[in-house]
């Protein structure tokens, strides 16, 4: 009799109950990957990851535009050579009919005429369109309106010129990161459909209604571009645009038409317009493959991967997700440089990555993750702190212990005419390169520069200043941490100073201009002295001739009187032609010192006898006063007599009948001379007391000079006092009188006994 072998059934019921334990992990572990997959959608990281993705496909296969779209760039240099924007509709008139001349196959104007201008410039625009041989294109565009409560408006050229053009949508919207993906090649517009501008433009319209992706591989600089100057005064080859796709608009950053894109920041307007346009040229119009199919294949790749991750090592196991994710982000790559395809490749690598993860739980320790947090952090922060070196207006080099070239931001790049990628471990010696033997070998003092020109890439010689500092970076505490000493690197800080040179320059030229004019004035005033002195030098000679009537009497008294008038007069006048020759001779640096010993005393006495002849002086009460200790100076006898003269003639010229001038001389207490002429007469302003001492001024109004004079006394003592070593000091209050101060120093002085008297007999 038989019996029943049930360690056999409790095999098979084991393995049935593993089989059913495996599908149930299996189909929780794929459950799990859907449920991933729809969250991380639904936060927008995988749409994210895609963006990212494709932007990366676009950085790395990037291609030339066709060149068939031609931008007619509303740029700085047509600003500046049209006039500040907006400009007159007669000047976009001529440029159509330049354009049209030229034989262009059709032209987009992205400009804003849904606004009446002057009667002149809209006929003009109107009569432009309609005779142009091509096809005129003219932009609509629906935006919020922030005055009618938030509601949609419609913006569209005026009437006429919508009749004579065609019509196209410049109407773009962005993608959730706020950059501009997406090109819709139909707008709803007032209850009808108006086609997309990049496909009128290019004559498209009736390929396709479907949207499409813009294809950012297509290079933007490869875009043929003309300025809108060049167009306007006809100054452009028509050969160049002959057959060519026109987009006009403004691509001038002051006019402020910029939008946000992937890959290269931002792009104007008209660039963007042409971008569409040259996807469509290209047969890049780039379509996505739909969510569900994209679903699909990421579940059944993660699906077929998770069994590997699962019995693979660590190490292994990375490979192989290395090189699994590597192929999930190149097949695509691969597919969309052939084809106008997107296969969004976030959804496959987040189940790629979820079933590694999966599978290297057990294989990863904690400290793992804490690297590769710490490596996430380290990306981002590197990536922020590049950002804000970019934005800034100074060029930065950082440079590591061999002095090669580790960091550069963009400033850096444009002012050494280097891109960032080839400054990048070149060595700084070759691209901060001195043109006037500055070193720039070591750090600067700190708040110092150097000032210094560079050679740029393209040869142009580059003023700037630089700061340069050194820095150490310590070693980190990090389980991982190898090294042991710190890490020094070099920052170099460059400004560009060549609008403050060319300021410079310009300063320094009006200088030398200015120093030649009052040169010139100087040589013209001497020469018209000279001139002037001989017929006065004959004037007076002859009126001293008829007053002293040498050659008998003259007749009448009152030709006498004449005579002696003349005779005043042109003294009068020879004295201020002597001053002004004076003035001029040390402007130019031509007076000459003739020092020699001088008797202190005789010319004071000297001076005093002439000053008691000038006019008023007889209603003074004029006197000297000379220390005993004062015997000789050494220094030019004529000047010290004309400085002596000069303020003994103003201090008498403005002081009223009944006062006082005095003058004083005594020794200081260095040893040196101090001459002192001191009055009562009108006093001086505190506010004019230094402009007093300039050439030609007067204290009192023109209109209301009760003092006759040059205005040349006091600027000639100050001029002549400086040119002897000496120094000048005035001190005056208003109707108490004036004190002005010459002191000369001791080498100038010779005390009383100080001379020997050498006897001739020997």
């Given at each position: 009799?038989?019996?029943?072998?049930?360690?056999?059934?409790?095999?098979?019921?084991?393995?049935?109950?593993?089989?059913?334990?495996?599908?149930g992990?299996?189909?929780?572990?794929?459950?799990?990957?859907?449920?991933?997959?729809?969250?991380?959608?639904?936060?927008?990281?995988?749409?994210?990851?895609?963006?990212?993705?494709?932007?990366?496909r676009?950085?790395?296969?990037?291609?030339?535009?066709?060149?068939q779209?031609?931008?007619?760039?509303?740029?700085?240099?047509?600003?500046?050579?049209?006039?500040?924007?907006p400009?007159?509709?007669?000047?976009?008139?001529?440029?159509?009919?330049?354009?049209?001349?030229?034989?262009?196959?059709?032209?987009?104007?992205?400009?804003?005429?849904?606004?009446?201008?002057?009667?002149?410039?809209?006929?003009?625009?109107?009569?432009?369109?309609?005779?142009?041989?091509?096809?005129?294109?003219?932009?609509?565009?629906?935006?919020?309106?922030?005055?009618?409560?938030?509601?949609?408006?419609?913006?569209?050229?005026?009437?006429?010129?919508?009749d004579?053009?065609k019509?196209?949508?410049?109407?773009?919207s962005?993608?959730?990161?706020?950059?501009?993906?997406?090109?819709?090649?139909?707008?709803?517009?007032?209850d009808s459909?108006?086609?997309?501008f990049?496909?009128?433009?290019?004559?498209?319209?009736?390929?396709?209604?479907?949207p499409?992706?813009?294809d950012?591989?297509i290079?933007p600089?490869?875009?043929?571009r003309?300025?809108?100057?060049?167009?306007?005064?006809?100054?452009?080859?028509?050969?160049?645009?002959?057959?060519?796709?026109?987009?006009?608009?403004a691509?001038?950053?002051?006019?402020?038409?910029?939008?946000?894109?992937?890959?290269?920041?931002?792009?104007?307007?008209?660039?963007?317009?042409?971008?569409?346009?040259e996807?469509?040229?290209?047969?890049?119009?780039?379509?996505?493959?739909?969510?569900?199919?994209?679903?699909?294949?990421?579940?059944?790749?993660?699906?077929l991967?998770?069994?590997?991750?699962?019995?693979?090592?660590?190490?292994?196991?990375?490979?192989?997700?290395?090189?699994?994710?590597?192929?999930?982000?190149?097949?695509?790559?691969?597919?969309?440089?052939?084809?106008?395809?997107?296969?969004?490749?976030?959804?496959t690598?987040?189940?790629?990555?979820?079933?590694?993860?999966?599978?290297?739980?057990?294989?990863?320790?904690?400290?793992?993750?804490?690297?590769?947090k710490?490596s996430?952090?380290?990306?981002?922060?590197?990536?922020?702190?590049?950002?804000?070196?970019?934005?800034?207006?100074?060029?930065?080099?950082?440079?590591?212990?061999?002095?090669k070239?580790?960091f550069?931001?963009?400033?850096?790049?444009?002012?050494?005419?280097?891109?960032?990628?080839?400054?990048?471990?070149?060595?700084?010696?070759?691209?901060?390169v001195?043109?006037?033997?500055?070193?720039?070998?070591?750090?600067?003092?700190?708040?110092?520069?150097?000032?210094?020109?560079?050679?740029?890439?393209?040869?142009?010689?580059?003023?700037?200043?630089?700061?340069i500092?050194?820095i150490?970076?310590?070693?980190?505490?990090?389980?991982?941490?190898?090294?042991?000493?710190?890490?020094?690197?070099?920052?170099?800080?460059?400004?560009?100073?060549?609008?403050?040179?060319?300021?410079?320059?310009?300063?320094s030229?009006?200088?030398?201009?200015?120093?030649?004019?009052?040169?010139?004035?100087?040589?013209f005033?001497?020469?018209?002295?000279?001139?002037?002195?001989?017929?006065?030098?004959?004037?007076l000679?002859?009126?001293?001739?008829?007053?002293?009537?040498?050659?008998?009497?003259?007749?009448?008294?009152?030709?006498?009187?004449y005579?002696?008038?003349i005779?005043?007069?042109?003294?009068?006048?020879?004295?201020?032609?002597?001053?002004?020759?004076?003035?001029?001779?040390?402007?130019?640096?031509k007076?000459?010192i003739h020092?020699?010993?001088?008797?202190?005393?005789?010319?004071?006495?000297?001076?005093m006898?002439?000053?008691?002849?000038?006019?008023?002086?007889?209603?003074?009460?004029?006197?000297?006063?000379?220390?005993?200790?004062?015997?000789?100076?050494?220094?030019?006898?004529?000047?010290?007599?004309?400085?002596?003269l000069n303020?003994?003639?103003?201090?008498?010229?403005?002081?009223?009948a009944?006062?006082?001038?005095?003058?004083?001389a005594?020794?200081?207490?260095?040893?040196?001379?101090?001459?002192?002429?001191?009055?009562?007469g009108i006093?001086?302003?505190?506010?004019?007391?230094?402009?007093?001492?300039?050439?030609?001024?007067?204290?009192?109004?023109?209109?209301?000079?009760?003092?006759?004079?040059?205005?040349?006394?006091?600027?000639?003592?100050?001029?002549?006092?400086?040119?002897?070593g000496?120094?000048?000091?005035?001190?005056?209050?208003?109707?108490?009188g004036?004190?002005i101060?010459?002191?000369?120093?001791?080498?100038?002085?010779?005390?009383?006994?100080?001379?020997?008297?050498?006897d001739?007999?020997?």
């Amino acid at each position: 009799m038989n019996t029943p072998d049930h360690s056999l059934d409790t095999a098979e019921a084991g393995g049935i109950r593993k089989l059913i334990r495996d599908l149930g992990s299996q189909w929780l572990h794929l459950f799990g990957m859907a449920g991933l997959l729809l969250i991380l959608y639904v936060f927008g990281i995988i749409p994210g990851i895609d963006r990212a993705l494709i932007d990366l496909r676009f950085n790395l296969l990037p291609r030339d535009a066709s060149g068939q779209v031609v931008i007619v760039q509303i740029d700085s240099k047509s600003v500046q050579q049209l006039g500040d924007w907006p400009w007159s509709r007669a000047l976009h008139a001529t440029a159509i009919d330049n354009l049209s001349a030229s034989g262009v196959a059709r032209i987009g104007v992205d400009i804003d005429f849904s606004s009446p201008s002057t009667e002149v410039s809209d006929n003009a625009l109107l009569n432009a369109i309609r005779r142009s041989t091509a096809p005129v294109i003219l932009p609509v565009f629906k935006q919020w309106s922030t005055n009618r409560g938030g509601e949609v408006t419609s913006t569209a050229p005026l009437r006429e010129f919508a009749d004579a053009a065609k019509l196209g949508s410049v109407n773009v919207s962005p993608a959730a990161d706020g950059l501009v993906r997406k090109y819709d090649r139909l707008h709803t517009w007032n209850d009808s459909y108006a086609p997309s501008f990049a496909s009128e433009v290019i004559g498209r319209t009736t390929e396709s209604t479907a949207p499409y992706y813009l294809d950012y591989s297509i290079s933007p600089g490869t875009i043929p571009r003309i300025s809108f100057a060049d167009i306007a005064q006809n100054t452009f080859d028509p050969a160049f645009l002959k057959g060519k796709y026109i987009i006009i608009g403004a691509t001038a950053l002051e006019l402020g038409d910029e939008l946000a894109v992937p890959v290269y920041g931002a792009l104007s307007g008209p660039e963007l317009q042409a971008m569409a346009a040259e996807s469509i040229l290209l047969g890049r119009a780039i379509t996505q493959a739909d969510v569900v199919v994209v679903v699909a294949v990421a579940l059944i790749v993660g699906f077929l991967l998770s069994g590997v991750f699962i019995r693979l090592p660590h190490v292994r196991g990375s490979i192989a997700f290395v090189i699994a994710a590597t192929l999930i982000i190149a097949v695509p790559m691969l597919m969309q440089s052939y084809y106008p395809i997107d296969m969004p490749a976030g959804a496959t690598l987040v189940t790629t990555a979820y079933c590694f993860v999966y599978g290297l739980t057990r294989q990863i320790d904690t400290q793992a993750l804490l690297v590769f947090k710490r490596s996430a952090e380290i990306r981002e922060r590197r990536a922020l702190n590049e950002a804000i070196a970019d934005n800034s207006f100074t060029g930065i080099l950082v440079t590591d212990h061999e002095g090669k070239v580790r960091f550069a931001n963009k400033a850096a790049a444009e002012m050494l005419s280097i891109s960032k990628e080839k400054l990048l471990n070149r060595p700084v010696t070759k691209v901060v390169v001195s043109v006037d033997g500055v070193s720039i070998d070591g750090p600067t003092d700190a708040h110092t520069k150097l000032f210094t020109s560079l050679k740029t890439g393209n040869d142009v010689v580059l003023p700037v200043e630089i700061a340069i500092s050194d820095i150490d970076i310590d070693p980190e505490s990090a389980p991982f941490e190898r090294r042991t000493s710190a890490r020094r690197f070099r920052i170099f800080a460059i400004t560009d100073i060549s609008e403050f040179k060319q300021t410079e320059e310009i300063l320094s030229q009006a200088a030398e201009r200015a120093i030649e004019a009052n040169r010139t004035k100087n040589e013209f005033i001497a020469n018209m002295s000279h001139e002037l002195r001989t017929p006065l030098n004959a004037i007076l000679g002859f009126s001293e001739a008829i007053k002293a009537e040498i050659f008998g009497p003259v007749g009448s008294s009152k030709y006498k009187a004449y005579a002696d008038d003349i005779y005043t007069s042109g003294s009068h006048l020879l004295a201020i032609i002597n001053d002004l020759l004076e003035v001029s001779r040390l402007a130019a640096g031509k007076t000459e010192i003739h020092a020699t010993t001088v008797d202190f005393r005789g010319i004071v006495d000297e001076c005093m006898r002439i000053a008691t002849g000038y006019p008023g002086a007889e209603r003074l009460t004029i006197s000297s006063d000379i220390d005993p200790g004062i015997d000789t100076l050494w220094t030019d006898e004529r000047i010290v007599k004309q400085i002596i003269l000069n303020l003994l003639s103003n201090a008498i010229k403005f002081t009223p009948a009944q006062g006082r001038v005095s003058l004083a001389a005594r020794l200081t207490r260095s040893g040196g001379t101090e001459i002192i002429v001191e009055d009562t007469g009108i006093g001086i302003p505190p506010d004019q007391v230094e402009r007093v001492m300039e050439p030609f001024h007067q204290v009192e109004g023109t209109m209301q000079r009760s003092y006759h004079g040059s205005g040349l006394g006091l600027h000639l003592v100050k001029s002549q006092v400086a040119l002897l070593g000496g120094e000048l000091n005035i001190e005056s209050t208003i109707r108490v009188g004036t004190r002005i101060t010459i002191t000369f120093p001791p080498e100038n002085t010779v005390k009383t006994g100080k001379i020997v008297q050498m006897d001739p007999r020997g």
